[in-house]
């Protein structure tokens, strides 16, 4: 399986609290719901699709928590939702060295060396292994060269606060663009291919 990304972003990189004002507030975050106003039908048919094509997901602990309470919460009845059809029927794994009972079904906790658990699921046959939210986890992916593609749906806004998707110093990588497209309200929908290490010119060329 290829282990493949999506996250939802503003300009600025900022992928914090963006479906309510209360949704995430660490770190004194103020301005929670940035998607909800720019979410289009476009997107939605995009992030649906995404989730169809999943064989199996990725979290993070405090992302496969808020997942679980929501999505996991729909598995008796999606009522023809997309996302919690794929959610509640594929195979999860979350990334925790203290979660020891996940509560929602076809669950995996993975601990300990985590790096060879995940080399292990993308050697299995199949189609994407996906993460969504889950930063810490992807940007610790990313550091590892884990992350075969990355999806970017980024809505045009500038917070100017809160937790930013990359960190601001980590590994450096190219980008290869697998799609891009724009939707009626100014979203962008991205997909880059990880592509190895950038060239820099050289100092004293």
Not at 190 to 202: K, L, V
Request: aromatic share 8%; hydrophobic share 40%.
């Amino acid at each position: 399986m290829k282990l493949t990304t999506t996250t939802c972003v503003t300009v600025d990189g900022v992928m914090q609290g963006l479906g309510a004002a209360d949704e995430d507030r660490r770190g004194g975050f103020e301005r929670g719901g940035w998607q909800g106003p720019l979410w289009d039908d476009e997107a939605g048919t995009f992030l649906n699709d995404v989730y169809a094509r999943a064989d199996a997901f990725l979290f993070g602990r405090r992302t496969y928590e808020i997942f679980a309470g929501s999505w996991g919460a729909m598995a008796a009845d999606p009522g023809g939702n997309v996302i919690a059809m794929a959610l509640n029927s594929k195979p999860k794994y979350v990334a925790s060295n203290t979660l020891t009972d996940p509560g929602w079904a076809d669950t995996t906790v993975l601990s300990g060396d985590l790096a060879a658990a995940v080399g292990e699921l993308k050697a299995k046959p199949g189609g994407e292994l996906q993460v969504h939210g889950s930063g810490a986890l992807i940007r610790w992916l990313l550091d590892h060269e884990l992350v075969d593609e990355i999806t970017l749906l980024i809505t045009p806004v500038i917070l100017g606060q809160g937790t930013r998707l990359f960190a601001d110093a980590g590994l450096d990588t190219v980008l290869e663009q697998v799609e891009s497209r724009s939707t009626a309200t100014g979203m962008t929908l991205q997909t880059y291919r990880t592509h190895g290490r950038p060239r820099y010119a050289r100092a004293d060329a």
